[in-house]
């Protein structure tokens, strides 16, 4: 069960999308909802900016400035959930970069809400470093994320939702963290691509094992076994728009590479392409 859910705010083009499903949520679930919004300094970085020898690099006005920008959109976010009927909810103002500032808020949160980026667009105050925020926090935070898509208007929600089956540790923890979505949708396509090249993971049935799982929960399941010449990010958001989902489930990969994590294909083609909101989960 989501009870407390976190929602970034920057301003951005995206972030309607992105209030609209936290709202969608805050009711469903009867859950508390954070707006988290990141002037993109923190106070140590201001420090730095005053200058070694107290001659100022940034001005003071300049930085109040920024700050009373981040807490215009917040109240802006409160007005929006509030005429969304959204019961509980408060706004949060960290002085950090946004990456960290959602990792920090998402350790006490069941579940983060971000968008796929669009094309780039300069937002006032949304610092160039608060780009590529999904694949960051599906990586490096303990908690799923909901990565909203541009433009989401909220059709079908749950509604059928497909959930990628391969037998990973990361797509175990997808579909256990999307179980109280699970339980609301209207059906669950269990999606397996080509299972015949993982019969070592899958054995004799592929995907009777993790759909009985699911069905002893109260999911109401069905396996899909795909097979597909290309990419396997490409064929989930292929059954996706065939099944007009309302959702799609995944385990977010990444590897290490010199101490940072790199996506691997699966994710990075989902974040960069997916048009269904997809819950993420590393």
């Keep these: ?3 407390t859910i976190v929602v970034h705010v920057d301003g951005s083009p995206e972030q309607e999308s992105r209030v609209r499903a936290g709202a969608l949520l805050a009711n469903l679930f009867d859950a508390h909802l954070i707006g988290s919004a990141a002037t993109g300094i923190s106070w140590f970085d201001y420090s730095l900016l005053i200058g070694s020898m107290g001659a100022p690099m940034m001005p003071e006005s300049d930085f109040s400035g920024m700050r009373a920008a981040v807490r215009a959109r917040l109240d802006e ?4 959930v509030q005429r969304r009927g959204v019961a509980s909810y408060e706004t949060r103002m960290l002085e950090d970069d946004a990456r960290f500032a959602l990792l920090l808020e998402s350790r006490y949160a069941d579940l983060v809400v971000v968008s796929r980026e669009s094309e780039p667009v300069a ?3 949304v610092p160039a470093q608060a780009r590529a925020l999904p694949e960051y926090i599906a990586l490096h935070g303990a908690r799923p994320i909901l990565v909203v898509p541009p433009g989401w208007q909220a059709q079908h929600f749950p509604g059928t939702v497909v959930a990628g089956w391969d ?3 990361q797509a175990i923890r997808a ?3 999307a179980l109280p979505l699970l339980l609301q949708a209207d059906a669950v396509k269990l999606t397996l691509v080509n299972p015949d090249a993982m019969a070592d993971v899958h054995g004799e049935e592929p995907g009777a094992d993790m759909a009985l799982h699911l069905a002893r929960h109260g999911v109401k399941v069905e396996v899909v076994l795909e097979q597909s010449r ?3 990010g490409d064929a989930l958001m292929g059954v996706a728009r065939r ?3 309302g959702l799609l489930v995944a385990g977010a990969f990444g590897h290490s590479r010199y101490r940072e994590f790199v996506l691997g294909g699966v994710t990075r083609s ?3 392409a997916s048009s269904t909101p997809l819950l993420l989960a590393h």
């Design 123 to 125: 937002v006032l105050g």
């Design 77 to 80: 976010f409160g007005t929006a």
């Design 167 to 169: 037998g990973s540790m």
């Design 270 to 272: 989902l974040l960069g």
């Design 175 to 177: 579909i256990s963290a």
């Design 230 to 232: 290309g990419a396997t």
């Design 243 to 245: 099944e007009g989902a």
């Design 1 to 3: 069960m989501y009870k």
